[in-house]
């Protein structure tokens, strides 16, 4: 079988694009390949502006958030790009109009499955999708297919098939053409989109667009057709029967001008004679007018040494100088100084432009490059000392606010994969910041590829730079001072790694390649059978809920206030995906039971929660029930007191219950009021569902009367959480056994994969826990921990203002901070050194110890401070004037398109989610800069993400109240620690 992987050079259209994902899951299927490594495997194989693309996602992500992105957002996110709504649409009205032609069913079978496959909308429910298909056969098909009433696509196309046949051995129907002819199918396989369009100078340098274009033409099927296209098979099938005119360039009807051109030299389609690099005519005799041999006579060639006959990477001249100059040639630079005729007439200069990708780049330690200022804006450089001039992209050069000055003459650029664009204007004085020092640079704006700036060999002979490549350091000297020196990116300089763009031409100039298998053994997943004690409970650990819990010491009921009437709201629209997954669950919980048909005056909307694995969770809209209800004032522990049981334990079990309120059943007469309606029908459960108010209340108490004879002797239990602790291994053994009896007997069931045994150390409730005691898990201070250096004033002022905040638990606060201050006061020169550092490092140290960084004492008066900006999101957890924690993180690429009513309720959200183990079941306050917050809950016009927000915020009983930002400096410092400048 073959496990090689396709590439995808995004030219290939939506159906090439499926093909590759199908492909490559086959290959991680073979080859075991984990999650965490599979969009790095496949960003691997991207080619062109598939690849241009990526590093443009690694330029705005990171390299490593962007490798870390999960398989099914990164194909969503591809998808977005590469198979568009308005591709989607093109192939919905193909799927339509789909005509089976002729006797070509296995033609027109395939693009049918096809386009079902991309098109899910059109085909759902399934009888959709037998409609379409049955529209589409011949008239003589389709009448006995139709009568055969049957319910299955698949046995519709055997059966169409076996009648085609017998039609075309009774000469009901034309013969078959040639397996050549209709081998393919796909004539929507290279969807020509204006964006596609867009990209096409940034493809793959060994397939020119003419050539691309023209064998997407020939691989085009004539077994159907539709409004939009009329195959040559038409003709062979008895004549053309539609009323377009017959081209004469193609030999096809077809309205407007022919987008295909046939080269006068060698006759073949797809480009002019004036590219055409064919050492010859393909008829010796033909007469030549003279300006077609003047046109002939032109650099038409290879690249590299200017002769006809074959281009520039099968260059004979340039493989037998790779060994000379390995170098040049891995950098795809070659020898081209000397080679070929550059038809320089005087009037025109030509230079060289660098364009490597970004993904190369980052890699090759032959090669320096960073972020720097260009116009107080955050770029991507390059130096090369193989491009002539000093260039930026076309897209940069629009975000400068100076006017281009045209070029005394024409400059034509010839990059390194062997392409030539013509520059006809220059940015001059532009102002780049290296190593703190400002330089004027001026630039010829060009098409570029991952990089904004690439500075080439006019702007480092004039300040004498030189390039270390191995330090990453361009070393410019000065007069009357140390040489300055520019250090260059350096995260991405392994060495002995190579990326797979370059390893396929080290394969091309014929270098010795060893395939090996890399495993990574850290992803080994643990067993049932291999944890002792564990091992003995299999009937614990379900891959599922059995089916209806069993009744309990305690069932689930729901009180209303005095005079509350039945409420019932409108379903809730949901997508296409959602329906299917609505119909899917629905399905699920009445085969187990949880739920059944109803009749009730209640009625709840149902919404979908994305879950981290990419499922969708099931919730129910239960806002107004929640308002008529009486609240379960049952006590959940204190967060305090559970760790108080912690003292002297050194070994460490976690239990987390699966789907635990599905293990609790609604009291008969309270059953009705769950009811919820679909459009599918109206429901109502039979045990707990989620989003009630009084959920966490009422599962406590089942845990505390079911865990009563072990509390606080070896267990601790918060809600679906049970902690197991020991002062030794025979002792935790014992206990262990102890409680999965337990467990056994009530039949509750836990989610081994969630489950954490023998452990010497163990995170629970936000706090780490080993026998040394109780540690605040060190991920709740990354944020303040890992503040990088500050690199300009402004930066400074952010981390000044956010220590200041706490001056009075730092001793000396002033002397400490006078080093970082001196860098803010104006005509001060920015110099960070190691005065600067040291006081940083300290302030850190100091805002992360103990006195700042409190442990929770009880549930009461929690205070969030919540704060969103266009760079992320920062909230502080307090308790009576003291820091529980801090958080905060960057938005993602999604999230930068909220609203910033989206966005500050986006801050809120992330801290409930974050803190749920302080919050979840205790008053609580949030703060927020934005006054309309206030109101979140009463609102009724919600679109579907604010739904889903909401419903989260009905699980806790917070109060959100507004606080002016410049009080909040805390938060407002977390969500803007990352604040730079304007970044391409």
């Known amino acids: 079988m073959d496990c090689r992987p396709s590439s995808f050079s995004g030219t290939e259209g939506a159906v090439g694009l499926l093909h590759w994902f199908e492909k490559l899951e086959s290959v991680f299927e073979m080859c075991e390949c984990p999650e965490a490594r599979r969009v790095k495997f496949a960003t691997g194989t991207l080619e062109g502006i598939a690849l241009t693309w990526w590093n443009a996602q690694v330029q705005i992500l990171g390299l490593a958030a962007a490798n870390a992105t999960p398989w099914n957002e990164f194909k969503e996110l591809i998808k977005r790009e590469y198979c568009t709504r308005e591709d989607i649409h093109k192939l919905e009205d193909e799927l339509y109009n789909l005509k089976m032609v002729g006797s070509e069913i296995e033609a027109y079978t395939k693009r049918s499955n096809e386009l079902a496959v991309l098109c899910p909308t059109m085909v759902d429910p399934p009888y959709k999708r037998i409609e379409l298909y049955l529209k589409g056969l011949a008239p ?73 274009q023209s064998q997407a033409q020939q691989r085009k099927t004539d077994s159907y057709q539709s409004p939009s296209q009329h195959s040559s098979g038409s003709h062979r099938q008895g004549g053309y029967r539609g009323n377009l005119p017959k081209c004469n360039t193609c030999n096809k009807h077809h309205s407007g001008q022919c987008n295909k051109v046939r080269c006068q030299r060698c006759l073949k389609m797809g480009h002019e004679a004036k590219d055409c690099r064919s050492a010859r005519p393909a008829n010796q005799n033909q007469q030549q007018l003279p300006a077609q041999q003047n046109q002939q006579q032109g650099n038409k060639g290879c690249y590299n040494c200017g002769a006809e006959g074959h281009i520039k990477r099968h260059c004979p001249q340039l493989n037998r100088n790779q060994n000379n100059n390995n170098h040049n040639n891995n950098q795809g630079n070659g020898n081209n100084n000397n080679g070929g005729n550059n038809n320089n007439n005087g009037n025109e200069a030509r230079g060289r432009a660098f364009v490597l990708g970004r993904g190369d780049a980052v890699n090759d330690p032959n090669v320096v490059m960073g972020k720097f200022l260009l116009d107080d804006i955050y770029v991507t450089v390059l130096f090369d000392s193989g491009a002539d001039t000093s260039y930026m992209s076309l897209k940069m050069s629009k975000l400068l606010k100076r006017t281009p ?39 010829i704006p060009i098409v570029l590829g991952s990089f904004d700036v690439v500075i080439g060999m006019d702007w ?33 300089a392994v060495v002995g790694i190579i990326s797979f763009l370059k390893a396929q031409k080290c394969l091309r100039k014929g270098h010795t390649a060893i395939l090996a298998l890399v495993t990574d053994a850290s992803a080994k997943e643990k067993k049932l059978e291999d944890i002792p004690v564990v091992r003995d409970f299999p009937q614990v650990f379900p891959e599922d809920l059995p089916g209806l819990p069993p009744h309990r010491q305690v069932e689930f009921q729901i009180e209303l ?81 559970l760790f108080d049981q912690l003292q002297g334990s050194c070994y460490y079990s976690k239990i987390d219950l699966r789907s635990g309120y599905h293990q609790l059943r609604v009291r008969d007469e309270d059953v009705s009021k769950t009811a919820f309606r679909t459009r599918y029908g109206h429901y109502e459960f039979l045990v707990m569902p989620f989003g009630l108010t009084n959920a966490p209340a009422v599962f406590m108490d089942l845990m505390n009367r079911v865990c009563k004879p072990y509390l606080d ?7 679906d959480d049970i902690l197991i602790y020991s002062k030794s291994q025979e002792e935790h053994e014992q206990h262990l056994r102890l409680i999965l009896e337990l467990l056994r007997k009530e039949q509750l069931y836990a989610k081994f994969s969630k489950c954490d045994f023998w452990l010497r150390e163990v995170h629970f409730l936000g706090h780490v826990v080993n026998k040394d005691g109780i540690h605040v898990d060190p991920s709740k201070v990354d944020s303040i921990r890992n503040w990088p250096a500050p690199r300009t004033p402004t930066e400074i002022r952010q981390f000044l203002g956010l220590a200041g905040y706490y001056r009075r638990f730092i001793k000396d606060f002033s002397k400490i901070a006078q080093p970082l201050t001196m860098l803010t006061q104006k005509g001060v020169v920015y110099r960070w050194g190691s005065t600067q550092e040291t006081a940083f490092q300290y302030l850190k140290d100091r805002l992360c110890s103990a006195p700042i960084l409190s442990l929770p004492e009880g549930t009461d008066d929690f205070v969030v401070y919540c704060d969103a900006s266009i760079q992320g999101l920062g909230c502080v957890l307090m308790q009576r004037d003291k820091v529980i924690a801090y958080a905060s993180r960057q938005l993602k690429v999604h999230e930068r398109n909220y609203t910033t009513h989206d966005l500050e309720l986006g801050a809120v959200v992330f801290a409930l989610k974050i803190w749920r183990h302080y919050l979840y079941g205790t008053r609580c306050t949030i703060y927020t800069d934005h006054r309309s917050l206030e109101h979140i809950l009463k609102q009724k016009d919600l679109n579907m993400r604010q739904r889903r927000w909401v419903e989260l915020l009905n699980d806790y009983e917070c109060a959100i109240k507004y606080h002016p930002g410049k009080a909040n400096v805390v938060a407002d410092a977390l969500s803007r620690k990352d604040t730079l400048p304007k970044r391409v």
């Open 140 to 212: 003589e098909i389709q009448s006995h297919v139709t009568s055969a009433n049957l319910n299955n696509i698949q046995e519709i196309q055997r059966l169409a098939h076996r009648i085609t046949d017998q039609a075309v051995d009774q000469n009901k129907l034309p013969k078959r053409v040639s397996a050549t002819a209709t081998a393919t199918a796909t004539a929507s396989t290279t969807l020509a989109t204006p964006s596609e369009s867009k990209r096409k100078w940034d493809g793959d340098s060994s397939k020119g667009s003419a050539s691309a």
């Open 405 to 443: 000055t045209p070029l005394d003459t024409k400059h034509v650029v010839e990059l390194a994969n062997g392409k030539s664009v013509e520059a006809a204007h220059v940015v001059k004085g532009c102002s780049i910041v290296l190593a703190g020092q400002t330089f004027s640079i001026d630039l």
């Open 460 to 492: 480092l002979s004039q300040h004498h730079a030189e390039i270390l490549c191995k330090e990453k350091v361009i070393r410019i000297p000065r007069s009357s001072q140390e040489p300055l020196e520019v250090q260059g990116d350096k995260s991405g």
């Open 561 to 641: 206030t005095p005079g509350a009437a039945p409420i019932a709201r409108a379903p809730y629209r949901l997508a296409p995906t959602e329906l299917e997954e609505l119909s899917k669950q629905l399905q699920e919980l009445l085969e187990k039971g949880f739920i059944r048909p109803s009749s009730s005056p209640w009625g709840a909307p149902v919404l979908f929660v994305k879950k981290k694995d990419g499922t969708f969770r099931m919730c129910i809209d239960y806002r107004e029930l929640n308002k008529v209800t009486v609240k379960n004032r049952y006590p959940l522990p204190r967060i305090d007191d």
């Open 713 to 719: 002797k070896f267990v601790i239990v918060f809600i």
